[in-house]
Structure formats: structure tokens, C-alpha cells
């Protein structure tokens, strides 16, 4: 049982270039969503879906898009790269009742 | 700003002990949940605890939740070197349609062996 997949696991990229983070479940979960992970910081949430066609805006949505076109992808993309989004960043997914499922993360640095 | 904040940031313990982390948090809630993070790794899912209960069990987890004064606390008991993570409290603001779930900055916990 794969659970949430996420790739690459490590990306380095220079500022101003785009790319796009994977991220897909096997469990027909209808909700998907997006976390950034900083020292001291938490996790912070990025963007969500609650199905596909539909995404909303988390705490910290500037410089990133995504899209929802199937249950089960729902990738992250990052149009011009900044140093500050040198991050972790984390796909879950989750159940009806609220309990999210991690994937193992993307580590992002941005030169 | 975050949602929830874990106190104390850091906590170094002995095996054996038990090791006590508290949230606290700012609007009112649908739910708290608890989870851990590995070194390295996604954050596990421990516990949730819905707004209209007091205390949840699972094995060696005890969560308390008190909605008057926005705080809870998780208890581990007979820690083991394995517990050695970062525990993250995530709640589920009411005013977010229950759509958002917001972390915050954890407990790093160390259990010596």
C-alpha cells in the first residue's frame, strides 16, 4: 500500500527557475493538500483541495499554483523559484474524519 | 500567525519517564490532533480528539483537551528510546469550513536510553 507519493525528493534549482513537485495517493481520499516545513516553524499550509476541479489558498499560497484534475494527483508548481522557498515540503491527504497521511517529503534549495 | 503552539519547544528525558508536551491555540475548534515526526521522515497521524471530549487513550498516549481555556496535552508514559521525535499539535479552526488544518512549531522530545 504506496499510500501519499511524492518526487523528486531532493531538487536543487536556481532562482528564477520553474518546476513541479508530484504528489499522489492510492486511497481515494478527496482531500489533498500541500505543507512548507521551516526550522522552528511548523508546517504551514500552502494550498488545498477538496476534490478535483477544486483548490483553495492556505496560509501561504504566493509563488506557488496548483491544480486538481484527478482524485489522485495534485501537484505543486513553482513558476519563478526564490531563495526563500528553500523548504521541506509535504503532501497529505485525508480522511473524512480529519486524520492527514504524509508523504515523505520534497527537500527543495534554491541557489 | 500560527494556530497552535507547542510548549515547551525542546524536552530531554530518561527512559522510562513519561513525557508531558502542551498546545494551546487561539479560535475554537472542530478537532486537535497529535502527530509525529521522525528525523528525516513524513509526519504519523497519533491521535485526534473531537472539541466535545475531555481525554483520549490509545496504548501509551493520553490527550487531554479543555476548550475553555484553548490547550491540550499529550502524555506519553514508559518512554522509550523510539519515542525520541518531534510531536506536532494540529487543529481545525471552525471558522476555516473545517478545510484547513493548522500545525504548530512541535516539541522536539529526546528519551535517553
Known amino acids: 500500500n504506496a499510500g501519499v507519493t511524492q518526487t523528486p525528493k531532493f531538487q536543487v534549482l536556481k532562482t528564477g527557475q520553474s518546476m513541479t513537485l508530484q504528489c499522489a495517493q492510492d486511497?481515494?481520499?478527496?482531500?489533498m493538500s500541500w505543507y512548507r516545513q521551516d526550522p522552528g516553524m511548523g508546517l504551514r499550509l500552502i494550498h488545498y483541495s477538496v476534490g478535483a476541479g477544486i483548490t483553495d489558498q492556505g496560509e501561504v499560497p504566493n509563488g506557488y499554483n496548483v491544480s486538481r484534475s484527478t482524485t489522485e494527483d495534485f501537484p505543486l508548481r513553482l513558476l519563478s523559484a526564490a531563495p526563500s522557498q528553500t523548504s521541506v515540503y509535504f503532501c497529505a491527504s485525508r480522511l473524512l474524519t480529519g486524520e492527514l497521511f504524509f508523504g515523505e517529503g520534497s527537500r527543495l534549495t534554491v541557489l | 500567525s500560527q494556530q497552535g503552539e507547542e510548549d515547551p519547544q525542546a524536552l530531554s528525558i530518561q527512559e522510562g519517564e513519561n513525557a508531558t508536551m502542551n498546545c494551546s491555540y487561539k479560535t475554537s475548534i472542530n478537532n486537535l490532533q497529535w502527530y509525529r515526526q521522525n528525523s528525516g521522515r513524513g509526519l504519523v497521524h497519533l491521535i485526534l480528539?473531537?472539541?466535545?471530549?475531555r481525554e483520549k487513550h490509545s496504548g501509551r498516549l493520553r490527550v487531554t483537551l479543555d476548550t475553555s481555556k484553548k490547550s491540550s496535552s499529550l502524555l506519553i508514559t514508559a518512554s522509550r528510546a523510539a519515542d525520541t521525535a518531534s510531536y506536532f499539535c494540529a487543529t481545525v479552526p471552525l471558522n476555516t469550513g473545517g478545510f484547513k488544518t493548522i500545525f504548530g512549531a512541535g516539541t522536539r522530545l529526546f528519551v535517553k536510553a
Open positions: 480528539i473531537r472539541s466535545n471530549e
Open positions: 486511497m481515494n481520499h478527496e482531500y
